[in-house]
């Protein structure tokens, strides 16, 4: 699943680097236009950016970069609208993470909490049977043992005999005669 998983994330990232790219073009257009976006917004991340970057080509190199040479205005808003556009890519794309990240959590909460009523319920129904099964218990030992039964159904026989004695069958009587 993991594997599948991968090519999903890199076409959720690419939609979502299409759909924040009209964004950021119109941030980089704003940038270019208006001379308060560019002086306050622009200039100082993109000096920054750039005094960062080349101190750390300098060491690499083996350099001591004591004084940077900051950028003119125009390669600075230039920067500084790049750099704000992709920040702005970068923050819809990490508001989507944490969206899908809310939605798996709640997910999760919701099957966690179906399968606790589950299991709630086969807890119950087991006591339920349980209580049955006693009850059952109960009932066949309260209830005369098979041998007990066949005892009585033989006192029962032997009553009956007693009270409804078989009278033997009677002799054939002879007619009666007419010399009598």
């Given at each position: 699943?993991?594997?599948?998983?991968?090519?999903?994330?890199?076409?959720?990232?690419?939609?979502?680097?299409?759909?924040?790219?009209?964004?950021?073009?119109?941030?980089?257009?704003?940038?270019?236009?208006?001379?308060?976006?560019?002086?306050?917004?622009?200039?100082?991340?993109?000096?920054?950016?750039?005094?960062?970057?080349?101190?750390?080509?300098?060491?690499?190199?083996?350099?001591?970069?004591?004084?940077?040479?900051?950028?003119?205005?125009?390669a600075a808003a230039e920067l500084g609208a790049?750099?704000?556009?992709?920040?702005?890519?970068?923050?819809?794309?990490?508001?989507?993470?944490?969206?899908?990240?809310?939605?798996?959590?709640?997910?999760?909460?919701?099957?966690?909490?179906?399968?606790?009523?589950?299991?709630?319920?086969?807890?119950?129904?087991?006591?339920?049977?349980?209580?049955?099964?006693?009850?059952?218990?109960?009932?066949?030992?309260?209830?005369?043992?098979?041998?007990?039964?066949?005892?009585?159904?033989?006192?029962?026989?032997?009553?009956?005999?007693?009270?409804?004695?078989?009278?033997?069958?009677?002799?054939?009587?002879?007619?009666?005669?007419?010399?009598?």
């Amino acid at each position: 699943m993991v594997v599948g998983a991968f090519p999903m994330a890199k076409l959720l990232y690419l939609g979502i680097r299409q759909v924040s790219k009209p964004l950021a073009n119109r941030i980089k257009e704003a940038a270019r236009r208006s001379e308060f976006f560019k002086t306050y917004i622009c200039l100082p991340p993109a000096q920054l950016y750039h005094w960062a970057e080349m101190r750390a080509k300098m060491r690499i190199l083996g350099f001591n970069a004591e004084a940077v040479k900051p950028l003119n205005e125009e390669a600075a808003a230039e920067l500084g609208a790049e750099l704000l556009g992709e920040a702005s890519i970068f923050v819809v794309a990490c508001g989507c993470l944490v969206l899908e990240y809310w939605r798996q959590k709640a997910q999760l909460r919701r099957k966690e909490t179906e399968q606790r009523a589950a299991w709630d319920a086969m807890r119950d129904e087991v006591g339920h049977l349980a209580q049955a099964l006693e009850a059952l218990q109960a009932q066949v030992q309260a209830a005369p043992p098979l041998g007990a039964l066949e005892e009585l159904r033989a006192q029962v026989q032997e009553v009956r005999a007693q009270l409804c004695p078989r009278e033997p069958p009677s002799a054939p009587q002879a007619a009666p005669t007419p010399e009598e």
